[in-house]
């Protein structure tokens, strides 16, 4: 235990089976971190369990009672778990992963890393900790809405509310239906920021060109290509991001040269995380899977989008166009950190049997109480899909606003999860 202003802090550790239906076999261990606000009645508040979003990323490490954390701790005794293979939940890395052993033996692993093992690990937890008869609250930020709207699907009993932030997914829809939705978005979102920093354009397109000589590196030894500079465009779904992106490309070159500043360098491989959480780049399209294979969906569907083409912009003299929440299976050749990874990755991609995610009949029938912000502007989860999968469960009216973007819950913690917790009654 310890304390940060404003906040008492506990650690929680759990021994729980890599396979559920395998309790006998390998295990892992899940961590999770409470925190609570001082005041009367602190240590019999009702649970509230943080659900992040990835996959593959833990949960916030605040510093003190502001945003989110310290307005649900006031309320709740918030468990921000760090989902299995993050954080400090045997974390995965790629060494770690290699040391699995071949590449049929890590893909068989992975699979045990989605919403429903995560689902599994909460309600293992629920057991361990508060007992098989108390309920608890969940909040699912992005992916973390995936698993509660799994924990509905599959858990409700063990629930007294959820709670969903940008993160209610398609019932039934492929990947490619995600992504036929998401380029537009981001191409709008692209489109947005060049009115809003009008010069941006023709300094974006030097960079471009510049990095299409083929002669730069990161930092980290790895080159840096034109599409790799388009990944950055990731931070267009927040509310900071367009800025964000401004103010990167303003102090792209040494002054009075051609070259590429160390600034520049380190803000774009400081704004790729997928060296230190190689789960989201292995996992991401997997989130999505029931049935059918990926097979490298959002690689398939950037052909039919052709503004996202880097090379053939700089041909035609435009600018390209930055590119969203989207893996590509170039990316794991490229990030020098992923390259082991690649087998392991195609592997997944072609998987083609993936259990069902979401069970339809029973959320229609749902009578856990349930609250959802839905972003309508948001460019990762197309809120029409959100919107479908809000009318089909039981006892859900979604607040949708284009007030926020991905970001609401971390832009505007106690206005936003204020609004649910009201709404959940």
Same mark, same amino acid.
């Given at each position: 235990?310890?304390?940060?202003?404003?906040?008492?802090?506990?650690?929680?550790?759990?021994?729980?089976?890599?396979?559920?239906? /395998?309790?006998? +076999? @390998?295990?892992? @261990?899940?961590?999770?971190?409470?925190?609570?606000?001082?005041?009367?009645?602190?240590?019999?508040?009702?649970?509230?369990?943080?659900?992040?979003?990835?996959?593959?990323?833990?949960?916030?490490?605040?510093? +003190?009672? #502001?945003?989110?954390?310290?307005?649900?701790?006031?309320? &709740?005794?918030?468990?921000?778990? #760090?989902?299995?293979?993050?954080?400090?939940?045997?974390?995965?890395?790629?060494?770690?992963?290699?040391?699995?052993?071949?590449?049929?033996?890590?893909?068989?692993?992975?699979?045990?890393?989605?919403?429903?093992?995560?689902?599994?690990?909460?309600?293992?937890?629920?057991?361990?900790?508060?007992? !098989?008869?108390?309920?608890?609250?969940?909040? +699912?930020?992005?992916?973390?809405?995936?698993?509660?709207?799994? &924990?509905?699907?599959?858990?409700?009993?063990? %629930?007294?509310?959820?709670?969903?932030?940008? +993160?209610?997914?398609?019932?039934?829809?492929?990947?490619? @239906?995600?992504?036929?939705?998401?380029?537009?978005?981001?191409?709008?979102?692209?489109?947005?920021?060049?009115?809003?920093?009008? /010069?941006?354009?023709?300094?974006?397109?030097?960079?471009?060109?510049?990095?299409?000589?083929?002669?730069?590196?990161?930092?980290?030894? #790895?080159?840096?290509?034109?599409?790799?500079?388009?990944?950055?465009?990731?931070?267009?779904?927040?509310?900071?991001?367009?800025?964000?992106?401004?103010?990167?490309? !303003?102090?792209?070159?040494?002054?009075?040269?051609?070259?590429?500043?160390?600034?520049?360098?380190?803000?774009? !491989?400081?704004?790729?995380?997928?060296?230190?959480?190689?789960?989201?780049?292995?996992?991401? $399209?997997?989130?999505?899977?029931?049935?059918?294979?990926?097979?490298?969906?959002? $690689?398939?569907?950037?052909? $039919?989008?052709?503004?996202?083409?880097?090379?053939?912009?700089?041909?035609?003299?435009?600018?390209?166009? %930055?590119?969203?929440?989207?893996?590509?299976?170039?990316?794991? *050749?490229?990030?020098?950190?992923?390259?082991?990874?690649?087998?392991? /990755?195609?592997?997944?991609?072609?998987?083609?049997?993936?259990?069902?995610?979401?069970?339809?009949?029973?959320?229609?029938?749902? $009578?856990?109480?349930?609250?959802?912000?839905?972003?309508?502007?948001?460019?990762?989860?197309?809120?029409? %899909?959100?919107? @479908?999968?809000?009318?089909?469960?039981?006892?859900?009216?979604?607040?949708?606003?284009? !007030?926020?973007?991905? #970001?609401?819950?971390? /832009?505007?913690?106690?206005?936003?999860?204020?609004?649910?917790? *009201?709404?959940?009654?």
């Amino acid at each position: 235990m310890f304390k940060l202003p404003g906040l008492r802090v506990t650690d929680h550790r759990f021994q729980l089976p890599l396979d559920h239906a /395998a309790p006998g +076999g @390998e295990s892992i @261990e899940v961590f999770a971190r409470e925190f609570v606000a001082a005041g009367p009645g602190a240590e019999t508040r009702p649970w509230l369990v943080f659900l992040q979003g990835g996959p593959g990323f833990e949960s916030p490490r605040p510093t +003190g009672k #502001d945003g989110w954390i310290g307005f649900a701790a006031e309320r &709740y005794r918030v468990l921000a778990l #760090d989902q299995r293979g993050t954080g400090l939940s045997t974390p995965h890395t790629t060494p770690s992963i290699l040391a699995l052993g071949d590449t049929a033996t890590q893909v068989a692993h992975l699979r045990h890393y989605r919403a429903d093992s995560i689902v599994r690990d909460c309600e293992a937890i629920r057991r361990q900790l508060v007992g !098989e008869e108390t309920r608890w609250t969940v909040l +699912g930020q992005s992916f973390g809405g995936f698993c509660v709207t799994h &924990y509905l699907s599959t858990a409700p009993e063990g %629930l007294a509310g959820a709670m969903i932030t940008g +993160g209610l997914p398609g019932l039934g829809n492929h990947a490619d @239906e995600v992504y036929r939705r998401t380029f537009p978005r981001t191409a709008e979102k692209n489109a947005a920021m060049h009115r809003d920093f009008p /010069a941006l354009g023709d300094l974006m397109a030097r960079v471009f060109r510049r990095a299409a000589r083929g002669d730069v590196q990161l930092p980290c030894g #790895d080159p840096l290509s034109p599409r790799r500079i388009q990944t950055i465009g990731a931070q267009l779904g927040f509310s900071y991001g367009a800025a964000q992106i401004h103010y990167l490309f !303003e102090r792209a070159f040494v002054p009075g040269t051609d070259e590429l500043s160390i600034v520049f360098l380190r803000g774009v !491989e400081n704004l790729q995380a997928f060296d230190t959480n190689p789960f989201y780049a292995v996992l991401h $399209e997997s989130c999505y899977a029931q049935g059918p294979a990926t097979n490298w969906s959002a $690689e398939r569907l950037r052909a $039919e989008h052709h503004g996202f083409d880097a090379i053939a912009a700089l041909e035609d003299g435009r600018t390209p166009l %930055l590119t969203g929440e989207m893996i590509f299976p170039w990316m794991l *050749e490229e990030w020098g950190a992923l390259a082991p990874l690649k087998p392991a /990755a195609d592997g997944l991609a072609a998987v083609n049997d993936w259990p069902a995610l979401y069970d339809e009949a029973q959320l229609s029938k749902n $009578e856990v109480p349930v609250a959802a912000i839905v972003y309508h502007d948001d460019m990762f989860v197309p809120a029409d %899909l959100s919107l @479908e999968t809000a009318s089909r469960i039981q006892g859900l009216d979604p607040w949708v606003t284009n !007030e926020f973007e991905h #970001d609401g819950l971390r /832009a505007d913690g106690p206005r936003v999860l204020g609004g649910l917790i *009201e709404r959940l009654g």
